[in-house]
């Protein structure tokens, strides 16, 4: 778990509502978005690999280096992204969630 980054889900709730998934229509519906995705991934990799980002020192050593080509590409998309960023780095790396420390302690 310590080798990539985990995003912890969980099943809706009685009552939650949740747009469904289409696999039928994704690939259309996206269209915008890859493009403008692609654009700047055409814009902006040659410069990625020069970029140091600021990562969080809440982070162990292998999340440091899972997250540094996520907090920089975030720093070249800007400031608002740059934050956004390392909040969800820490959110999601910095601390051991309960269910991780219980998935760990049941191994």
Do not use: C, H
């Not at 890859?34 to 980002?53: F, G, H, I, T």
């Not at 540094?68 to 959110?91: H, V």
């Amino acid at each position: 778990m310590d080798r990539g980054i985990v995003i912890e889900i969980r099943r809706k709730k009685p009552g939650e509502k949740a747009e469904r998934l289409r696999s039928d229509r994704i690939f259309d519906e996206l269209k915008d978005l890859r493009r403008k995705a692609m654009r700047w991934a055409k814009d902006n990799l040659a410069s990625l690999p020069d970029w140091e980002p600021r990562i969080p020192s809440t982070l162990n050593d292998r999340a440091q280096d899972s997250w540094r080509p996520l907090l920089a590409i975030a720093e070249l998309a800007g400031k608002r992204w740059a934050e956004y960023g390392r909040e969800s780095a820490s959110k999601l790396s910095g601390e051991k969630s309960e269910a991780s420390k219980r998935a760990i302690a049941s191994v």
